[in-house]
């Protein structure tokens, strides 16, 4: 079962990992996001869940399309 620790981990480490790829910093995300980076902050540390919209805006910003997070059986 995906809980919304595992999704927050998850996302968190998503951002950091796409923000590396790209080059972008996490200011930078925020910005070309429309969030703070305090938000932005908090969703790489796992410590707040992104509403929908906000996750679609980061993703927006990072070029990564719906991702069909599953549980593996």
């Not at 996490?26 to 938000?39: C, D, M, N, Q, W």
Request: net charge negative.
């Amino acid at each position: 079962m995906i809980t919304e620790k595992t999704f927050n981990e998850w996302f968190g480490d998503m951002i950091v990992r796409r923000c590396e790829d790209t080059g972008i910093s996490h200011r930078e995300l925020a910005e070309k996001a429309g969030l703070t980076e305090v938000s932005v902050s908090r969703y790489v540390h796992g410590t707040k869940t992104p509403s929908f919209y906000n996750a679609y805006k980061i993703m927006k910003v990072l070029n990564i399309g719906v991702i069909d997070f599953r549980e593996e059986e």
